[in-house]
């Protein structure tokens, strides 16, 4: 009895060892940031659009947990009320990416040889062309705006997922339940919207979760170089933006929202990571 007791509790430390901390830290920020993006009153300290200028560029203390900026807003309410407007671009974003990307690489790998070469050579292009640059040349004809964001880093994003996609497809076309449903007969149509779609299409789920954190961080990029949302807006990357002129003075104003969005995409990256690889345990 005493041993089948230390084998048990051996097993349950070992357990507690495997236990995915990294995935529960990641969910708690995104229940965080979803309370943000619906209700940021909620969690906020002060009103992110109140000036107070004797208390201009003060550091992190209790009063201000994250400090605050030149006009003496708090950042660390600036920082909650532009998680919504930062959320809703990168998801936006990662939508827009995922859509185009399911388009092309559906066409490239299901349509007829000469329309499918067309695309895939299409595809090629797009992912030679520095995704960046494709931005800044949406951004520079639309003028920016957070809708003219969200479309050039979905634009920018989506040849790398149209190429994965596409090769999912042609995994999926090659194996062998669908040769067993063409023996029996099935469709090609149907092949395709029962066997082929569903199985190729399946890792979509981890892959959105990545293109999330991807796109924030583009997309806050952007806004950085003045190309994005402009301030005096909350987003991450307009606060970015407004304290690049005071990064030796009140660094805070520049390394926290910086620390945010490195937060936020790490979050989305454990658990699109997790989410592949119970995707992954599944097939097998």
């Given at each position: 009895?005493?041993?089948?007791?230390?084998?048990?509790?051996?097993?349950?430390?070992?357990?507690?060892?495997?236990?995915?901390?990294?995935?529960?830290?990641?969910?708690?920020?995104?229940?965080?940031?979803?309370i943000?993006?619906?209700?940021?009153?909620?969690?906020?300290?002060?009103?992110?659009?109140?000036?107070?200028?004797?208390?201009?560029?003060?550091?992190?203390?209790?009063?201000?947990?994250?400090?605050?900026?030149?006009?003496?807003?708090?950042?660390?309410?600036?920082?909650?009320?532009?998680?919504?407007?930062?959320?809703?671009?990168?998801?936006?974003?990662?939508?827009?990416?995922?859509?185009?990307?399911?388009?092309?690489?559906?066409l490239?790998?299901?349509?007829?040889?000469?329309?499918?070469?067309?695309?895939?050579?299409?595809?090629?292009?797009?992912?030679?062309?520095?995704?960046?640059?494709?931005?800044?040349?949406?951004?520079?004809?639309?003028?920016?705006?957070?809708?003219?964001?969200?479309?050039?880093?979905?634009?920018g994003?989506?040849?790398?997922?149209?190429?994965?996609?596409?090769?999912?497809?042609?995994?999926?076309?090659?194996?062998?339940?669908?040769?067993?449903?063409?023996?029996?007969?099935?469709?090609?149509?149907?092949?395709?919207?029962?066997?082929?779609?569903?199985?190729?299409?399946?890792?979509?789920?981890?892959?959105?979760?990545?293109?999330?954190?991807?796109?924030?961080?583009?997309?806050?990029?952007?806004?950085?170089?003045?190309?994005?949302?402009?301030?005096?807006?909350?987003?991450?990357?307009a606060?970015?933006?407004?304290?690049?002129?005071?990064i030796?003075?009140?660094?805070?104003?520049?390394?926290?929202?910086?620390?945010?969005?490195?937060?936020?995409?790490?979050?989305?990256?454990?658990?699109?990571?997790?989410l592949?690889?119970?995707?992954?345990?599944?097939?097998?």
């Amino acid at each position: 009895m005493t041993a089948i007791r230390s084998t048990t509790r051996q097993a349950q430390r070992i357990q507690l060892r495997r236990r995915p901390w990294g995935l529960y830290l990641a969910g708690l920020l995104v229940v965080f940031l979803a309370i943000a993006a619906i209700a940021p009153q909620l969690l906020a300290t002060h009103d992110p659009y109140a000036l107070d200028y004797p208390a201009a560029l003060q550091g992190p203390s209790w009063a201000h947990w994250f400090g605050t900026d030149e006009s003496g807003r708090d950042l660390y309410s600036r920082v909650v009320f532009g998680a919504g407007q930062s959320l809703l671009i990168g998801l936006g974003a990662a939508g827009v990416a995922i859509v185009l990307a399911l388009i092309l690489g559906s066409l490239a790998a299901l349509a007829v040889k000469p329309a499918a070469v067309v695309v895939d050579r299409f595809v090629e292009v797009m992912f030679a062309f520095p995704a960046l640059l494709l931005a800044l040349l949406l951004i520079a004809i639309a003028g920016p705006s957070a809708l003219t964001e969200i479309f050039a880093v979905g634009l920018g994003t989506a040849p790398g997922y149209a190429r994965m996609i596409r090769g999912q497809i042609l995994a999926a076309k090659n194996s062998g339940y669908v040769e067993a449903a063409t023996a029996l007969g099935h469709s090609s149509a149907r092949i395709v919207w029962a066997h082929i779609l569903p199985n190729a299409l399946r890792p979509l789920v981890a892959v959105f979760a990545l293109s999330v954190g991807q796109s924030i961080v583009w997309s806050s990029s952007l806004s950085f170089l003045g190309l994005g949302v402009a301030p005096p807006s909350s987003e991450w990357g307009a606060l970015l933006d407004a304290g690049r002129g005071y990064i030796i003075q009140a660094s805070w104003l520049e390394v926290i929202p910086g620390l945010v969005i490195v937060a936020v995409a790490l979050a989305a990256t454990t658990i699109g990571r997790h989410l592949q690889a119970h995707l992954e345990k599944g097939e097998k």
